[in-house]
């Protein structure tokens, strides 16, 4: 494992903050399950129209918060007083949550609901997305390992004010809204509260802060494109029917962006090196951990769709395709954070930031979005006029495709720049051998059991464990690393019951 005086290894955290998030996983789901069976029990529409105005919170109002989160995250990590930057992004918030306040009947006449109360309490989550996102950036800066925690406790709030709100005030959309607020509310306060980070107020840094994020507006703006999807097919279609399909795939799919947990300290340790091993190792340990996500999806993801709702079983291919997407783009993320914590035109007393390496990575992503949605637009308008119902589970794959060419794009682009500034040794081996095991590990347990009730789901962790013990088995055998990854694993045990 890589060592460090200053902090624990990457792996070591990579590790923590994984079987955290793995631990917590099944709150997440249960949560996504209570909101899709509740919401949908109102009707498919009510689900559909919550989930359009997560989408157009999430992907419009809340870019500003996103836009702070890179540099942030590297400022922090150098031990700059971020504080300033903090200020900064609460107004940044208080502007957008006013331009969506007046955006309002628009969205509303565009989605065809007339229920304006949801619209404006889901202002309570801009805000509160806005501060989550930049105390989440901090830490992940100087204390990733806390990020881990503040999820769980995500997690747990929102499923406990789910609860309440959803079945005892039966609050329909509002119910998901609040119980999303409280959880960002004690996820904010872990993050701030207990962070090891300078939180000191310097504007010369916020200031800076603010130039050099622009460089990731571009960044941004892709994820505009991507979040055009959701609303055009509304428009075209004049329904959010099709959304409730996608966002159902989506929904489980984001099983596979626990993944991404893996490289929560990579930021930390390229502040302390720019090893190139660092990258070598951050591939090699996502692929090897990673591909236990998508073996869940091979194995489990028909049966928790049906879990959901019973027709959103005809969402198994979009499921597919986002999984696959979800876990390029969280492979991205490695590529992504190498190159912006080696770009010196970041730095705080640096200039030519719009020259360096990762203002010209994000202009390629926003070409490679616009060429996916584009083209998955297309085939949507030629399918629209049908009966919605029958085309929802095609649209919900066009959608996906989308998303999946996108990542791909993302991933090669971004991997041939960080090759260039690295110099690394792409593991393929490992890489190739951890896909194939993931497939190979599921195809004995796939389709063994259908579910037809809520009770069967113990079935499902049945099949689960057994695939999971033959990944584990087949990964000890045919991939060095991950060999190497169990045998430290084990070695730490030992240590620590001593």
Known sequence: MLRSKKSPGFVRIGLFNLLIRTVVAPISFLFSFLAVRYLSSISIETFGVWQYIYVLIT??????????????????????????????????????????????????????????????TAILLIVLIYLNRISGSVAIGKSPRLTAISASGFQVARLISALVMMFYLNLSINAVIFAYSLGYVVQIAFNLGFVNARLGIDFKVALSAVKKSIVFIMNYVQLMIEATLVWVVVFI???????????????????????????????????????????????????????????????????????????????????????????????????????????????VESKGEFKGHTARLTTRNVIISAIGVSSSLFLIYLLRGGNIYKISPILAVFISL?????????????????????????????????????????????????????????????????????????????????????????????????
Do not use: C
């Not at 028909?302 to 291919?317: N, Q, T, W």
């Open 237 to 347: 279609v004049n329904s959010a029917v099709p959304v409730s399909y996608f966002e159902s795939a989506l929904i489980i799919s984001n099983l596979v962006g626990w993944s991404q947990a893996a490289t929560d300290g990579l930021i930390l340790k390229l502040q302390e090196s720019k090893d190139p091993k660092l990258i070598e190792t951050a591939i090699k340990f996502y692929f090897s951990v990673g591909g236990i996500f998508l073996l869940i999806i091979f194995v489990d993801g028909e049966r928790l769709l049906y879990v959901l709702r019973p027709e959103y079983i005809a969402s198994i291919y979009a499921l597919i395709v986002l999984s696959f997407s979800t876990f390029v783009r969280s492979a991205y993320t490695i590529f992504y954070k190498a190159i912006y914590m080696a770009d010196e035109s970041l730095a």
């Open 59 to 120: 992907g419009y109002f809340t870019i500003p918060a996103d836009l702070f989160s890179s540099i942030t995250s590297r400022y922090s990590a150098e031990g700059k007083d971020v504080g300033g930057i903090i200020i900064i992004n609460a107004i940044a918030g208080s502007i957008s949550s006013l331009v969506y306040f007046i955006l309002i009947p628009i969205f509303m006449h565009s989605a065809g609901y007339n229920q304006s109360l949801y619209f404006y």
């Open 402 to 498: 989308a998303l999946l060419i996108n990542s791909l794009g993302m991933f090669f682009s971004s991997y041939s720049m960080s090759k260039k500034i690295y110099n690394f040794n792409f593991p393929l081996k490992e890489v190739v051998i951890s896909l194939l095991i993931s497939i190979v590990s599921s195809l004995p347990f796939i389709g063994l059991s259908k579910v037809r009730a809520i009770e069967q789901l113990i079935i499902m962790a049945e099949l689960t464990s057994l695939a999971l013990g033959l990944y584990i088995v087949l990964s000890y055998i045919l991939n060095p690393y991950a060999r190497y990854l169990i045998h430290s694993i084990i070695r730490e045990i030992k240590n620590f019951k001593l």
